[in-house]
């Protein structure tokens, strides 16, 4: 942080486009962290910045945002989120993507571990799931310090469904959303409640299942409409973030590398997870019924098949 504060932590941000920019402001609104833009694209970083510490300064904030073009900037970060890659366009799936963002995040994970080895990484590039296990692999990070954002970004959209559909305080919405993120993510509405009232008591079953569905498709819509999906995921990310720094041990679903947890192994996935000063500190198990777990099978199968045609597991 700035000087004036004791504990000095920094959070760097690979990739400055709409996305990264977005993460850096909700992380500096929140007073998380100083901050590092870093971007191939020169003058991106730094014009973005420029912009950011002039808001920040308006308000009285004393978080400083950097730009730079030069990887060896986010020496000793405390967190280094990898937005890096290409974005998903309209009508593309998020595992369209797959080929083309693997070799950058392979590229970016190399740096991270060769100038921040001490971070806590938190992956957005898509596809999600097998980007995270990806930069896992390469860094040869412990897994409680790899996270992928996907998650938290579907539970927004969920809890947005729910307080559409209800009517009531967001503020009152519990929810959770596992599993892939992509065309088989899993919205659990049956885990899900308002102030501690189950969703069934607010919601007909054909009702829950429209939310289901549209929580599912709604990214290609926002995509179709205005071309990225921004806000939200700099939400998202700035959540997880402040869930580690504070030590809150909040239960976030994030995508967590699994040895054994929900049968599954040698994988990274969308789970429930605490998020303390350690990173991912527990992952909690829920007990799915059939349908849940057909859902979370075919999340399961997608990724496997994603990292197989990476080359990245024997997983079958």
């Known amino acids: 942080m700035s000087s004036q ?3 000095q932590m920094t959070i760097s941000i690979i990739g400055s486009g709409k996305v990264g920019a977005s993460i850096a402001i ?5 007073e998380l962290d100083d901050i590092v833009l870093l971007d191939v694209v020169e003058g991106l970083p730094q014009g973005e910045s ?21 990887y060896e900037e986010m020496g000793n970060s405390d967190f280094v989120v ?13 595992m369209d993507l797959l080929n083309k963002n693997a070799s950058i995040v392979k ?23 097998p980007m995270t ?9 412990m897994k409680k310090r790899v996270l992928g954002m996907g998650g938290m970004l579907d539970l927004s959209r969920f809890k947005s469904f729910i307080h559409t559909y209800t009517g009531l305080s967001r503020d009152s919405i519990q929810a959770m959303v596992i599993s892939e993120h992509g065309e088989n993510m899993l919205p659990l509405t049956r885990f899900s409640s308002i102030g501690g009232i189950p969703l069934k008591h607010f919601l007909s079953e054909e009702q829950s299942l429209e939310i289901y569905e549209k929580t599912k498709k709604v990214a290609a819509e926002v995509i ?15 959540t997880m973030i402040e869930s580690i720094i504070k030590n809150k041990k909040m239960v976030i679903p994030v995508s967590a590398y699994l040895e054994g947890e929900y049968g599954v192994s040698d994988l990274c996935i969308g789970v429930p997870a605490v998020l303390g000063s350690n990173g991912i500190e527990d992952i909690i198990e829920i007990e799915l019924n059939n349908f849940e777990r057909s859902v979370f099978d075919l999340g399961v199968n997608s990724v496997k098949e994603a990292l197989r045609s990476l080359g990245l597991t024997n997983n079958k």
């Open 50 to 70: 420029m912009d950011m510490n002039h808001q920040l300064s308006e308000l009285g904030i004393d978080v400083t945002i950097k730009g730079s073009n030069n």
């Open 26 to 30: 909700n992380c500096a609104l929140r």
């Open 5 to 7: 504060r004791s504990n």
């Open 224 to 238: 179709s409409l205005k071309g990225a999906t921004i806000n939200a995921p700099g939400n998202a990310v700035a």
């Open 107 to 129: 590229d970016v994970s190399t740096k991270i571990s060769t100038y921040a080895k001490n971070s806590i990484l938190i992956v957005v590039t898509n596809p999600l799931d």
């Open 133 to 141: 296990y990806l930069a896992l692999k390469t860094t040869k990070f």
């Open 82 to 94: 990898l937005v890096a890659g290409i974005g998903r366009k309209p009508g593309m799936t998020r």
